[in-house]
């Protein structure tokens, strides 16, 4: 290994002001408060925890190095569970897109090919799209 694959890579940035660090820091927090009351309301009946888990997700991301490069290494692994909160984080994240595509994923692994309601209502839809 050489010395440029073992520096780390804030030494190159200026040094951040102690507001900018306390932000950041607070930014940590909210985002890791966000994910464990998102684990324990996944698991709740009628409680949207998983939005929230996704958005505590997305805060400690967009902070944290660290958690960015375990986030990249597990998309490295696992690329099909991770692509969906990929696309959460861009810029304009596609969600009405996000939430189809894991709707659409849910149903083929849930129910039988016959019993797919959103697949069915896709169909209606390009249809009377291709009829106008």
């Known amino acids: 290994m050489s010395l440029v694959t073992l520096r780390n890579p804030d030494w190159n940035s200026p040094p ?11 930014l940590m ?11 324990i309301g996944a698991v709740l009946p009628w ?8 958005l505590g997700l997305i805060i400690v991301l967009r902070s944290s190095f ?11 692994r696992h690329p099909r569970f991770v692509s969906p909160i990929r696309r959460l984080l861009r810029k304009e994240p596609e969600v009405l897109a996000v939430f189809w ?6 149903e083929r ?13 896709r169909r209606r839809i390009v249809r009377s799209s291709r009829n106008r």
């Open 47 to 54: 409680h949207l925890g998983l939005p929230l888990l996704v």
């Open 66 to 76: 660290v958690a960015r490069r375990q986030f990249i290494g597990l998309q490295r």
């Open 29 to 39: 927090i909210l985002g890791w408060t966000l994910i464990v009351v998102g684990a």
């Open 109 to 121: 692994m849930v129910l039988p090919r016959m019993w797919r309601p959103a697949r069915k209502i």
């Open 101 to 106: 595509q894991q709707v659409l994923r849910l």
């Open 16 to 26: 951040q002001s102690f507001w900018a660090r306390v932000a950041r820091g607070g």
